[in-house]
């Protein structure tokens, strides 16, 4: 009927790693968006930080690399219990004002770094922030934020539905930190790969991300 004349896909907010950008995930994305296709769309934006020359990982790549947040003066390391973390602010902002320009979104879509960045906003969206109206997040290679600065995104636990993807031999971020982070929320769906650290689109991760989208409906996070 016209209900169904009406169904669009739904629409994720994408966030990418430390050290990489908005075209470097859409590169990086292919097969992830090809899985998708039809049942949901991905949009990347880049985060707000440049990260200062010589932190390049892909010297041929002609984006400058960016960060969410600092663990240190103009770097980062996942493990590190950062005393003064800079910059988050800003990337909170930045995603809300992506949210609300190129709106409306159902839900995150977040890998290493921003995979991080996207569970503060989960938390932030269960203590009915009203910057953040999303309905799920999809957390490819997450990790909970070691600065103490950060505790009180975990302190309660995230009643946002998540799907937690975790690489078990990724060797950027351990799969015992996602794990740990995927702890952080109510029923949190874990889906566990042999690869490491990427976005995996295989079948069997493709079946898992359907299985997990098929809950929401597009409209649902506003």
Known sequence: GAAMAEARPLRLLALHGYR????????????????LR????LLAIDAPHRLPAGAEDDPAGDDPPRGWWF?????????????APAGLEESLSAVA?????HGPFDGLLGFSQGAALAAMVCALRARGDPRFPVAFAVLVAAFASRAPAHGHFYREPIALPTLHVVGDTDAVIAAALSRELAQCF?????????????????????????EFLERFCPGQGQ
Not at 38 to 41: D, I, P, V, Y
Not at 194 to 201: C, E, N, R, S, V
Request: hydrophobic share 40%.
């Open 20 to 35: 990489q950008s908005a075209r470097r995930l859409r590169q990086r994305t292919g097969a992830l968006r090809k899985a």
């Open 97 to 101: 004002a992506a949210l609300a320009e």
């Open 38 to 41: 039809g049942r949901a769309e």
């Open 71 to 83: 663990s240190g003066p103009g770097t980062f390391e996942a493990g590190e219990a950062a005393a």
């Open 186 to 210: 109510v029923e949190p769906v874990v889906l566990s790969h042999p690869g490491g650290h990427f976005i995996p689109a295989a079948s069997a991760q493709k079946k898992a991300y359907l």
